[in-house]
């Protein structure tokens, strides 16, 4: 069984929670003129001129904050539970009171979130997991109605507490979902790794990282080429494609969750904290149609300039 799906398959309040198993588990244009150029004045302010419109045509490209938080005050009071604060919601069985406001650590601003591995509540409908936190901000968002295909989902992620050798014990993760299900989940593990999962629930990119520091996590989900890609401090992966049926146009939501598994002898949940911090979503068009003007305005800037011999 998969388990990228973690939170993905936790879509209704008990349907196919039995199934889920972990372990398969968001320019500058520079012209450079020659003084000792022959070319015209005229030419070199066509050039100036057409290097100013492809720098604004990249810059102006519209866009659309779908939602953005720091969990500051407000609207979020130091010590409450996120839960029925700015649209945020939980299901009764995945922890839901143990996301709180907090400042106690903390990458910008005064507050955060944070997930004590000690105050999530063990749940059978997640077996074999022990406990499972799972926080989300509905988006119902339709790209295609919007015209703005590309969503990027972004957070600050940490995860507090002690390196445990090879096994995903503890993680803290984001997960975006579209209509018809999963479109990537990330996560920073107990045991020093970042790992995506796909829908189908399979570890489909990893990467070695550090606990009790923050990163940035992001996934872009482009519905006009069916694909996601994961973000991990600034470093892309390769585009993973959405499963086969996958035609719905509209993210659902984006989520903010945390994994246990059962205690052991020597592993704890309660010796881990998951915080949060500057979650963000925003929609975003083609790149192409930008690329395609900047190019249009290149090769008419070239064409000018060969004009008036300033190549």
């Known amino acids: 069984m998969g388990r990228g799906g973690r939170e993905l398959r936790f879509a209704t309040a008990a349907a196919g929670l039995s199934n889920h198993h972990l372990k398969q588990k968001e320019h500058t244009v520079n012209l450079s003129i020659n003084p000792s150029s022959q070319c015209p004045i005229g030419a070199k302010a066509r050039s100036f001129l057409l290097a100013s419109i492809i720098t604004a045509a990249l810059h102006s490209a519209p866009a659309a904050t779908l939602y ?27 922890s839901p009171n143990a996301a ?60 507090d507490g002690p390196v445990i050798g090879v096994g995903d014990f503890f993680s803290s993760n984001i997960a975006a979902r579209s209509s018809d299900g999963g479109v990537g989940e990330l996560s920073i593990s107990s045991d020093g790794m970042i790992y995506g999962y796909g829908t189908s629930g399979s570890v ?21 080429a069916d694909t996601y890609t994961f973000l991990v401090d600034g470093t892309s992966s390769s585009a993973f494609p959405f499963d086969a049926g996958f035609t719905s146009d509209v993210l659902l939501r984006e989520s903010l969750v945390t994994y246990a598994f059962p205690d052991t002898a020597t592993n704890h ?43």
């Open 204 to 224: 489909i990119y990893s990467a070695p990282t550090t606990l009790n520091a923050w990163h940035t996590l992001g996934i872009d989900v482009d519905f006009a």
């Open 269 to 311: 949940r309660g010796d881990f904290v998951a915080y949060y911090d500057n979650v963000l979503a925003v929609a975003t068009p083609e790149p192409t149609s930008a690329a395609l003007l900047t190019l249009g305005c290149v090769s008419l800037l070239g064409f000018r300039r060969r004009q008036h011999g300033c190549t």
């Open 100 to 159: 709180i406001i907090t400042n106690s650590v903390v990458l910008s601003g005064f507050q955060s979130l944070q997930v004590r591995g000690a105050d999530m509540v063990d749940a059978f409908q997640v077996d074999p997991l022990a406990a499972v936190g799972s926080y989300r901000k509905l988006l119902d968002y339709d790209t295609a109605a919007a015209g703005l295909p590309i969503v990027h989902i972004q957070a600050n992620v940490r995860l």
């Open 68 to 94: 953005s938080t720091g969990f500051e005050d407000p609207p979020f009071a130091l010590g409450s539970e996120l839960v029925g604060q700015d649209g945020w919601v939980g299901v009764p069985f995945l």
